[in-house]
């Protein structure tokens, strides 16, 4: 059983925006760090950003001021408001849990199969 689920990613011209949400699947998570990653093609994955559970936040330079992180404790749900995109923005995006509020990808144990974005310029 996949422990995180994402949905919401979709085709969007340039400029537009996109809603992804992930939901923890089997168990809480709670007290853990939730993040954004994403992986474009012939690239790395790299961090997008995380929600600590006492609600502080981090964001990668490239999506500062464009993307808003939040989550939902009760319900076991993440968010990520994704506005003014760009071709760049053209990823998988995946959400992972950790114990701890780091951006280093190779922390977090429990992840989702991942929701493609495409931005059309």
């Known amino acids: 059983q996949v422990p995180l689920v994402e949905s919401g990613g979709g085709l969007v011209q340039a400029g537009g925006s996109l809603r992804l949400s992930c939901a923890a699947s089997?168990?809480?998570?709670?007290?853990?760090?939730w993040a954004w990653f994403r992986q474009a093609p012939g690239k790395e994955r790299e961090f997008v950003a995380l929600?600590?559970?006492?609600?502080?936040?981090r964001y990668a330079d490239s999506v500062k001021d464009r993307f808003t992180i939040s989550r939902n404790k009760y319900n076991y749900t993440m968010s990520l408001q994704m506005n003014s995109l760009k071709s760049e923005d053209t990823a998988v995006y995946y959400c992972?849990?950790?114990?701890?509020?780091?951006?280093?990808?190779?922390?977090?144990?429990?992840w989702g199969q991942g929701t493609q974005v495409t931005v059309s310029s």
């Open positions: 992972a849990a950790d114990k701890y509020g780091v951006t280093s990808e190779g922390s977090y144990d429990y």
């Open positions: 929600i600590e559970w006492n609600g502080d936040t």
């Open positions: 089997g168990r809480t998570f709670s007290a853990y760090t």
